[in-house]
């Protein structure tokens, strides 16, 4: 079966620093691979997903995710951090069906 | 575009009372989908699924259970809620031709609070 480690579940930026959450993931065969933003009380918003072919993928709100195989890892950056970034992600990957891990709550200090 | 609703958004009920949750879906037609719990601090839960009118997979036994009486309608339901089913409850919709392992897309979600 499929699994997702999220290593850290708190992280705190500065505003207009750089950002990197950390993502493992444990499958047999090349996994699809998302990344998920939540606000708080809000629903999950899809920032990017990797299915094949260019290894770093671009998203939404100005993410990106890079694919490395032989690290089992999609870690998610983005280079400047916003304070409307402060929110909960969660990184997803899918086998026989879609796996989450525990999610990283992000803090930007302005 | 494609649409997912859920309501109602926040709920309060007493111990033993009974539940619906209902999702609706709009623009697209036989998606998959699915029902989430997010406990206070914790990951997500997956409740159950299904993949057609009728069709339901459950994940966790609990006495939680889900219908789907139409292609874009799903609903929760329990007969007598516990403490111990507080939580965020989400719904999801993913695209039937891609598998249940596929991309999802989620509601905004309804807050349960069992006193």
């Known amino acids: 079966a499929q699994s997702v480690t999220q290593p850290d579940i708190h992280i705190t930026v500065s505003e207009g620093a750089s950002l990197e959450l950390r993502c493992n993931y444990s499958y047999g065969a090349t996994p699809y691979l998302f990344w998920y933003v939540q606000s708080p009380g809000q629903g999950l918003q899809l920032l990017l997903k990797y299915f094949s072919g260019d290894t770093l993928v671009q998203g939404i709100k100005g993410f990106e995710a890079e694919f490395k195989r032989s690290q089992s890892s999609f870690n998610l950056r983005k280079p400047s951090v916003h304070w409307s970034d402060a929110a909960e992600y969660f990184c997803?990957?899918?086998?026989?069906?879609?796996?989450f891990g525990g999610g990283t709550r992000l803090m930007v200090k302005p | 575009s494609q649409t997912i609703h859920q309501w109602p958004a926040t709920l309060v009920q007493p111990v033993g009372s009974p539940l619906s949750l209902e999702c609706t879906v709009e623009?697209?037609?036989?998606?998959?989908l699915y029902w989430y719990r997010q406990a206070a601090g914790r990951g997500l839960q997956l409740l159950f699924y299904?993949?057609?009118?009728?069709?339901i997979s459950s994940e966790v036994p609990q006495n939680l259970s889900a219908s789907r009486p139409q292609d874009r309608q799903f609903i929760l339901s329990s007969k007598k809620l516990l403490l111990s089913d507080s939580g965020f409850y989400l719904c999801?919709?993913?695209?039937?031709?891609?598998?249940?392992?596929?991309?999802?897309?989620f509601g905004p979600g309804t807050r349960l609070t069992v006193l």
């Open positions: 299904s993949v057609g009118i009728g069709q």
């Open positions: 997803a990957v899918t086998g026989n069906m879609l796996t």
């Open positions: 623009g697209t037609s036989n998606p998959n």
């Open positions: 999801a919709w993913g695209p039937g031709s891609g598998g249940v392992a596929d991309t999802q897309y």
